[in-house]
């Protein structure tokens, strides 16, 4: 028997809400999950109506459940370094960092992005997982002089091609200034915030980081506002344009069993650095002897997959299991299903053919240049 309907998601107090949840149920979001133990819209009207209007016009994104790790304290600088194998002796104040961090075997635990708020002031916003709780148990019996908390944060997004659109009378001609994974402090009519030139969309876009949860109504209903002359609306993170663009997902494309090398960022791995981050060594004997599997990108035959992979899918090569299709999608854009895997070394140069094992079968797929669209990410810089 197979079923085609979503299962209900029931609300309780267990799992946390944001503080624009009641925004996006009067929105009429029509289906949630929990990320970083918070509710997260999925999708409003549906999966394919929100893509084109993100990268069509602009959209309005509760992302809250990404949350922030503050690190402050007189060694607030040392310790992020050594939870990082990202080289950050170069981050100035006011600069945002895409950054792994990693356990003593090179694994990744989380992928989040770094604000740096002050000379020994940062925060991280996450993935899902469970980092305050990694970096307060390696600072607990530690020599470091920190405090990590999670503060009252609580981000949106806005991203599309007419975000900056949007933002300039919420903020002024200053937004013109900001540059791309750069941030500001300063308020809304009151209401304390942070604002990025960044984004989970692969389009142009921000992020604005309210400060207190309090406004949260407020600061939503204001957005919007500004918004609609644009034909702004609702929106989650699209699954669609985040493979498009080769946008990883915590959880699915990477996990602890991934290293920065297999999935093509080496660049943010710097050895050679003075600071003896946690799996340095693990990282060093990687490169050394080189990596066994790849992350590639995907061209999946056949009709459509529609939403995609509820589970990774397995993937063979003449019979032989060679790896895992961890993402997958049907774009809309390019007409094709298309998706990520983690394959044999051997098996990852293009134009390789593998099968996929499917809930309804099997189908062939054949491994591509990836990103799939803007490979040179020309957009969300723009």
Known sequence: MSVDKEP???????????????????????????????YMPLYYEDR?????????????????????????????????????????????????KYVFITNEEGGIINDPVLLRLGEN???????????????????????????ITEPDVSPLQVQGPKSTLVMRPLFGDRINDLRYFWFKETDLHGIPVVVSRTGWSSER???????????GDRLWETVMEAGKPYNIGPCA??????????????????????????????????????????????????????????????EIDGTSLGAGNEHPWAMFHN?????????????????????????????SREGTRLDVEIPKGERQAMIVPFPFYDPEKSIPVS
Request: aromatic letters at 10%; one cysteine or more; a positive charge.
């Open 237 to 298: 993170p699209s699954h669609i344009r985040r493979i498009e663009g080769g946008l990883l997902s915590y959880g699915s494309d990477i996990t602890l069993s991934e290293n920065p090398f297999e999935l093509g960022f080496g660049k943010f791995v710097d050895l050679d650095q003075e600071a003896n981050f946690i799996g340095k060594p693990a990282l060093q004997r990687i490169k050394t002897e080189g990596v066994k599997r790849q992350l590639v990108g995907l």
């Open 48 to 96: 394919v109506t929100d893509y084109w209007r993100l990268v069509n016009d602009v959209t309005l994104w509760d992302v809250a459940g990404q949350r922030q790790v503050e690190v402050t304290g007189p060694d607030a600088a040392r310790f992020v370094q050594m939870l990082t194998p990202r080289n950050l002796s170069k981050c100035k104040v006011g600069q945002c």
């Open 319 to 347: 019979d032989r299991h060679v790896g895992k299709l961890t993402s997958s999608v049907y774009s809309p854009r390019l007409k094709k299903n298309i998706g990520i895997a983690i394959v044999d070394l051997e098996h």
């Open 121 to 147: 002031h940062f925060w991280l916003s996450l993935a899902d997982s469970d980092v305050l709780l990694w970096a307060q148990g390696i600072a607990v019996n530690s020599e470091f002089n920190v405090n």
């Open 8 to 38: 209900l998601t029931a609300f309780g107090p267990r799992v946390r809400k944001s503080p624009f949840f009641d925004a996006t149920r009067r929105y009429g979001c029509n289906a949630y999950t929990v990320y970083n133990h918070t």
């Open 205 to 215: 876009g921000y992020e604005i980081f309210l400060r207190d949860n309090q406004h």
